[in-house]
Each structure stands twice: as structure tokens, then as C-alpha cells.
């Protein structure tokens, strides 16, 4: 009942999967990118950091070519494509994990689906043009984020009546679009966005509402590596962001998370070992 089918490889989510965060982008704020200067691919580095991910216990990858930080540079559709297709291709054809597409754009869930993609993340929660439609034509499960706002504002004045509400209320809403145009609601994931357009209160009151958003039946997904919420709460800066993500990571567990989304795989694979021997009481 708790198995996501992604392309040809079934995951078990009724325990919590982890996925490794794999970024083809030329930044390095936090992870060093796997773009050389003249924007080619760093083949050795990524196939590195994918098998090492993997060997540390990841299920998935997330291949991102769009940098969502706040005040990152815009990139386009066609560069976002040239960054991740090679990746995905590279990939698939050295390792045997699902590759997630974290995208907005709909031809590039399309054409990463063709080459073996294994589901769709999108932090735009498919609203942007065609995103719904190419994502249902994909036969792919999808992760549905929630942002307020969009990257370059989301930061300046979040503003909820009541968080959760609010945000459960919208991915649910969503969820309903997408069975709409035919996604089986077994391939839909929630994810509250934990970061995007929500002030440090707001992240908190979200991740101490993950049981209810688990209750509305849907595998819920979490990210909070290394992310600022842990600046403002513990003064660290984005290398010094470990336990604080892990507490968050074991926290979601206990709730009940599906799915959480890091950088530090091997760290968060034995917080998820250790919170699962103890079990999950009733
Ligand atoms: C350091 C490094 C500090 C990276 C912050 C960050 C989510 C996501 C991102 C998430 C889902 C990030 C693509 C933001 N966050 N997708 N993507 N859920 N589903 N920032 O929480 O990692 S990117």
C-alpha cells in the first residue's frame, strides 16, 4: 500500500527513504557544483558524488539544474536542460537509483521521463504552463511543494493566517488537480517547503504539523539540509548546519516522513536506522 512505483524501481515508503541532493549548477554555496567554467559537465564529479550517496544508504538522487536559493541568477528553460539531461544520461547509465528531476519546466520532465527519470519534484507544485499536463503524460510520480511567492521574493514578508492550514489546504488542493488529469493519487507526494516564503516561527510550526499532514494520506516529503532556518535558530553557519538538520531529519521520522531531501546521506541514513529500531510508537 506504501509502495511508490518510480519507473521500473518500487520504493518501500513505509519507511523513510532518503534523498541525496545532487545539484548541476555552477554555484557552490553549499555543495561544490559539477559545472566546470565553460558550463560542461564535471562527469568524475557527479558519478563520484552519486555513488557515494548511494553506497552511504540514498534511494534517490535529486538532479537539480535550477538554483531556488533567494537572490540566486535565473536560468533558462533550455540551459536548465543542457545541465540536467547529461546528468540523468550519465547517470542512468552508471548507476541503478532513482533519479528525481527537481524542475518547474515541463519539457524537461518530459524529456528526462524518456531517459529513464524516476520521478518529478517540482517546487513550484506544477503550476507553471504545461508542468501539470507533462507531468501526468509522464506516468511518474510527482513531489508537490509548496512555495509563498517565488524565489527572488519569497523571503521578504511571509505572511499565514495559520501555516499549516493554509499550507495542507493547498497541497491538497493541488493533489486533486493533478488526479484531475489523471495522476493516480498513489504517485502524489506532499511536501511542505520548508524554507520557501516561511519565516523561522512558521518552518517550526510546519515541521511540528507533519502528522497531520501525513493524516491527509499522502507520503509526505522534507527538506531541511543545511538550510537557513538553522542560522537563524542556532547562529551556524551553512558548514556547521549537521545536527541541526539531523534533529530536524529524526523529528520527521518519528512523524512519520516518507521521504527526507539532504546533502549529508551518511549522517542521515543512521539517524534514520537508530529512529526506526527504536520503532514508532502508536
Ligand atoms: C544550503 C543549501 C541551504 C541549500 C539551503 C539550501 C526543497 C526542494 C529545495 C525542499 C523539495 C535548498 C529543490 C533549497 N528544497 N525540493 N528543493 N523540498 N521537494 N536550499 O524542501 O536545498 S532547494
Do not use: W
Not at 548541476?24 to 557527479?46: E, M, N, Y
Not at 533567494?70 to 532513482?98: C, F, G, W, Y
Not at 521574493?153 to 495542507?168: H, I, R
Amino acid at each position: 500500500m506504501t509502495i511508490l512505483k518510480c519507473a521500473n524501481i518500487n520504493l518501500d515508503l513505509s519507511k523513510t527513504q532518503v534523498m541525496g541532493i545532487l545539484n548541476v549548477t555552477p554555484d557552490s554555496f553549499s555543495d561544490g557544483g559539477c559545472l566546470l567554467k565553460d558550463q560542461r559537465l564535471a562527469t568524475d564529479v557527479i558519478l563520484d558524488k552519486a555513488r557515494k550517496m548511494i553506497a552511504n544508504g540514498a534511494t534517490i538522487l535529486d538532479l537539480g539544474g535550477e538554483s531556488t536559493r533567494p537572490n540566486a541568477q535565473p536560468v533558462s528553460e533550455a540551459e536548465e536542460m543542457d545541465r540536467v539531461l547529461p546528468a540523468l544520461e550519465l547517470l542512468k547509465a552508471h548507476t541503478d537509483i532513482v533519479i528525481s528531476i527537481d524542475t518547474s519546466n515541463a519539457k524537461l520532465m518530459t524529456e528526462a521521463a524518456k531517459l529513464g527519470a524516476g520521478m518529478l519534484n517540482d517546487v513550484r507544485a506544477l503550476e507553471r504552463e504545461g508542468a501539470l499536463q507533462a507531468a501526468a503524460d509522464t506516468g511518474l510520480p510527482v513531489c508537490l511543494m509548496h512555495m509563498q511567492g517565488s524565489p527572488k521574493t519569497m523571503q521578504q514578508d511571509p505572511s499565514y493566517d495559520q501555516v499549516a492550514v493554509q499550507v495542507l489546504r493547498y497541497l491538497q488542493n493541488r493533489a486533486e488537480q493533478c488526479q484531475q488529469l489523471g495522476i493516480d493519487a498513489a504517485r502524489i507526494i506532499l511536501d511542505p517547503g520548508i524554507g520557501f516564503g516561511k519565516s523561522l516561527a512558521q518552518n517550526l510550526q510546519l515541521l511540528a504539523a507533519i502528522k497531520k499532514f501525513s493524516a491527509a494520506g499522502y507520503p509526505i516529503l522534507i527538506g531541511t539540509s543545511r538550510k537557513s532556518m538553522f542560522g537563524q535558530l542556532l547562529q551556524r553557519e551553512v558548514s556547521e548546519r549537521l545536527a541541526g538538520s539531523l534533529a530536524t531529519v529524526a523529528y520527521a521520522v518519528m512523524q512519520g516522513a516518507a521521504i527526507v531531501r539532504v546533502h549529508d546521506v551518511q549522517a542521515t541514513v543512521d539517524v534514520v536506522k537508530v529512529i526506526q529500531a527504536i520503532g514508532i510508537p502508536a
